[in-house]
């Protein structure tokens, strides 16, 4: 714990924590504090404030993970400085990198694959903590699904497949749904499929355009190498063209990084 004190014991006339909510093991409280409400999700994301670039537009760090997060009333007496000066000390000698400190207000560290953001008011703040995991796949799709909406639209998106960030390595995971893909022709031995490989739009147009090429080429290879002749596929990336969600958010992107089986 970064701050080794605990709120003395208290009785039924002083004000009681929020039912449930406790202080984080890596970083507690503010002694005296009281914490007013708290979340927990097992998969959640945050954006995390990074200052200005040089045009002065918001610059953002989007994680993903298990997530916590706090909100919390400071002692009576207790300035913004001092709040905001007892973080940023706790953080660096527990070995964090701090990676945004600005203005008493908002002050972001990372140590390994933890995040902590601490947006601080003076008389109260609201401290954030995610540690970055991948999302483990729960719904996906089966062959016959997949095959259904084929027949039905001649397309069907396919989400469930996951590469690595900025690479066309495909992830540990993907297996599955993959291989309702290769059951899918394997059913269907006419059927001829086009595999797409749609982006989100961050980063550049002509690198997301590259990498969506070699995806989805990917893809096509694993299938054809698990028993499907390559002569009844054929891949194409369509980068960041064709979004079917708003990419101003992460649940957007999401949806807009997927892979398209399209009936040729």
């Given at each position: ?16 924590d929020a039912e449930g909510c406790k202080d984080s ?240």
């Open positions: 714990m970064f701050f080794g004190a605990n709120l003395e014991a208290q009785d039924d006339d002083k004000p009681q093991p890596l970083v507690t409280r503010f002694p005296g504090s009281l914490i007013h409400s708290c979340e927990t999700k097992e998969y959640e994301g945050a954006d995390l404030p990074m200052g200005n670039d040089k045009d002065g537009n918001a610059l953002t760090k989007h994680v993903e993970g298990d997530y916590h997060s706090w909100d919390i009333a400071t002692r009576e007496g207790v300035s913004e400085i001092q709040v905001f000066r007892n973080f940023q000390s706790a953080l660096k000698s527990a070995g964090f990198t701090i990676d945004y400190a600005g203005s008493l207000e908002q002050l972001v560290g990372h140590k390994g694959s933890t995040w902590v953001f601490i947006d601080n008011r003076g008389t109260y703040y609201y401290q954030t903590m995610v540690t970055e995991k991948q999302m483990q796949q729960e719904v996906a799709a089966d062959a016959s699904s997949l095959g259904e909406e084929i027949n039905n639209s001649g397309r069907v998106a396919v989400y469930g497949i996951h590469f690595d960030t900025g690479k066309a390595t495909i992830q540990p995971g993907s297996e599955k749904i993959l291989g309702e893909i290769v059951q899918l022709l394997q059913e269907n031995p006419d059927l001829k499929l086009r595999v797409e490989g749609p982006t989100d739009n961050q980063g550049n147009a002509a690198a997301n355009q590259a990498l969506s090429e070699r995806r989805a080429q990917t893809v096509v290879s694993w299938v054809a190498a698990h028993g499907i002749s390559a002569g009844r596929l054929a891949a194409k990336g369509l980068g960041q063209t064709q979004p079917v969600a708003d990419n101003a958010g992460e649940d957007g992107r999401a949806k807009n990084r997927r892979v398209e089986l399209v009936k040729q």
